[in-house]
T-cell receptor, first 112, second 113 residues
Framework: GESVGLHLPTLSVQEGDNSIINCAYSNSASDYFIWYKQESGKGPQFIIDIRSNMDKRQGQRVTVLLNKTVKHLSLQIAATQPGDSAVYFCAENMSGTYKYIFGTGTRLKVLA | KAGVTQTPRYLIKTRGQQVTLSCSPISGHRSVSWYQQTPGQGLQFLFEYFSETQRNKGNFPGRFSGRQFSNSRSEMNVSTLELGDSALYLC????????????FGPGTRLTVL
């Protein structure tokens, strides 16, 4: 498949464990954030989003935490599965700019 | 509902040529954004269109251009191709509000020889 990033930080976790992927965003005025999952040869897939008026949002097996004080976003994946292996990106947006800024990405490897 | 489609999926060009990539958004979506993805630079924003108007653009040279049609389909064009233009070009669509979920297509892999 296509290489998304040759020198991405990598997180290796055992199958069944919880994963935490972190992201530092750049603009304190950003008010909307998305986590994406990208598998080899595919476009980024929407996982979960959060607006700046929240500090936590939960989905199915995933939780996003937002800390605006330190401009930090995290994605928690519960009971990590082999199918979770992919590159994960955070993206930030400031209302009215119609532009998303993406983080560099983290490669998640799930060990059997 | 069909997802975002991009054509072609793969393209090989030589330096100096020009290329046009096409994107069809999800039905009902009026906003289309384009991104360039490379191993070294990651995902970088090219431009965004809504109702045939470009609302924002990234820091790319004028060789990169785009347009959107009345049916929301979008094209991007790269003229005078350089080796460094080799990348995965991704299109994303959304309903077009100030902050909306973006849904990506599979991308077009452009190789410049």
């Amino acid at each position: 498949g296509e290489s998304v990033g040759l020198h991405l930080p990598t997180l290796s976790v055992q199958e069944g464990d919880n994963s935490i992927i972190n992201c530092a965003y750049s603009n304190s005025a950003s008010d909307y954030f998305i986590w994406y999952k990208q598998e080899s040869g595919k476009g980024p897939q929407f996982i979960i989003d959060i607006r700046s008026n929240m500090d936590k949002r939960q989905g199915q097996r995933v939780t996003v935490l937002l800390n605006k004080t330190v401009k930090h976003l995290s994605l928690q994946i519960a009971a990590t599965q082999p199918g979770d292996s992919a590159v994960y990106f955070c993206a930030e947006n400031m209302s009215g700019t119609y532009k998303y800024i993406f983080g560099t990405g983290t490669r998640l490897k799930v060990l059997a | 509902k069909a997802g975002v489609t991009q054509t072609p999926r793969y393209l090989i060009k030589t330096r100096g040529q020009q290329v046009t990539l096409s994107c069809s958004p999800i039905s009902g979506h009026r906003s289309v954004s384009w991104y360039q993805q490379t191993p070294g630079q990651g995902l970088q924003f090219l431009f965004e269109y809504f109702s045939e108007t470009q609302r924002n653009k990234g820091n790319f040279p004028g060789r990169f251009s785009g347009r959107q049609f009345s049916n929301s389909r979008s094209e991007m064009n790269v003229s005078t191709l350089e080796l460094g233009d080799s990348a995965l070009y991704l299109c994303a669509s959304s309903s077009g509000g100030a902050t909306n979920e973006q849904f990506f297509g599979p991308g077009t892999r452009l190789t410049v020889l």
